[in-house]
């Protein structure tokens, strides 16, 4: 072979973008080979072996371990490439749809934490807000008023878990809702379910455990601090229904964590929006009470 149409170890790794180890390996270890070594003991690669090497190189960057490359290549033939082709295709198909629901969860987390250049805490608001699907936890008022809080929190963990178990999560606010009856009385503590905002289909969740909260108009404050001293927040929005008496409340209030504990290590920085819904959105949304 003429020295013109071959490359020594060096240039070879060097045109292929690795090292001369990463080919000392892979010839040791009977995954891919010089196309001849010369009298001088010097290994020799070919030019047409360049995208040969490219393509192993690749296969391994797509997750196929070192044994599944020399096992192929060890009886490497035209069926056999155009199998190991379709399931690395298979595979990359999978690993695409997995990067696209991490990127839809990085995007919503910004776009709520964008939220808060334009909100000013401790005011009561109208804003308008989009239509949102939510998942609802099973009720947890009976057990919020027989202050059986072990049973609320078995509530939330199967909620938290039959959320991720179907890829649900989408990176959008967890929160609560109370029933109106509860707020005007002043017990929003005693809470009726807790629900997580999802950018999914709801084709397969259970119709009592998922509903549409409409776009519409709602009553908002947002909170700075603890947010389990919110009492504050919702005396105000009932303040100002007291004054408002044309403004009528919808079925529930929503209160979500814009800022929580993955945001801030303090939580007197923790930021709460609590919405209730101003008619005509109360009777498109009221979920089944068990």
């Known amino acids: 072979m003429e020295r013109g149409l071959s490359f020594h170890t060096g240039e070879f790794a060097k045109l292929c973008g690795v090292n001369k180890r990463t080919l000392h390996y892979y010839d040791e270890q009977g995954i891919f080979s010089p196309d001849h070594v010369g009298e001088n003991g010097y290994r020799y690669y070919s030019v047409r072996q360049c995208y040969p090497f490219i393509m192993i190189r690749m296969l391994r960057q797509m997750g196929l371990d070192l044994s599944e490359i020399k096992e192929y290549m060890e009886h490497r033939s035209p069926a056999g490439l155009e199998k190991l082709l379709a399931e690395q295709e298979t595979w990359l198909d999978e690993e695409i749809c997995k990067l ?14 964008a939220l808060v250049k334009n909100i000013r805490c401790g005011e009561v608001v109208i804003e308008k807000w ?63 379910r807790f629900f997580t905002v999802t ?8 119709a009592e455990f998922c509903a549409v909260r409409p776009a519409g108009s ?19 929005l009932r303040q100002y229904l007291l004054s408002h008496p044309d403004l009528q409340a919808g079925a529930f209030s929503y209160e979500e964590s814009i800022i ?3 945001g801030t ?26």
């Open 199 to 206: 950018t999914k289909s709801l084709q397969n969740v259970p």
């Open 260 to 262: 929580e504990d993955l």
């Open 218 to 236: 709602y009553l908002v404050t947002y909170f700075s601090g603890d947010y389990m001293a919110t009492h504050a927040s919702y005396q105000k």
């Open 265 to 290: 290590a303090n939580p007197s920085e923790y930021i709460t929006r609590i919405g209730i819904p101003l008619l005509p959105s109360e009777n498109n949304m009221k979920p089944r009470e068990e």
């Open 100 to 113: 696209q629901y991490m990127k839809e969860i990085v995007r919503n987390q910004r776009h709520t934490l």
């Open 130 to 192: 989009p239509a949102a699907k939510l998942i609802y936890s099973r009720s947890v008022r009976k057990f919020m008023l027989q202050g059986n809080q072990g049973s609320v929190e078995r509530i939330i963990m199967e909620h938290m878990r039959y959320m991720l178990e179907h890829n649900l999560t989408t990176g959008t606010a967890f929160g609560a809702m109370a029933a109106k009856e509860d707020i005007l009385q002043g017990h929003e503590h005693i809470l009726t």
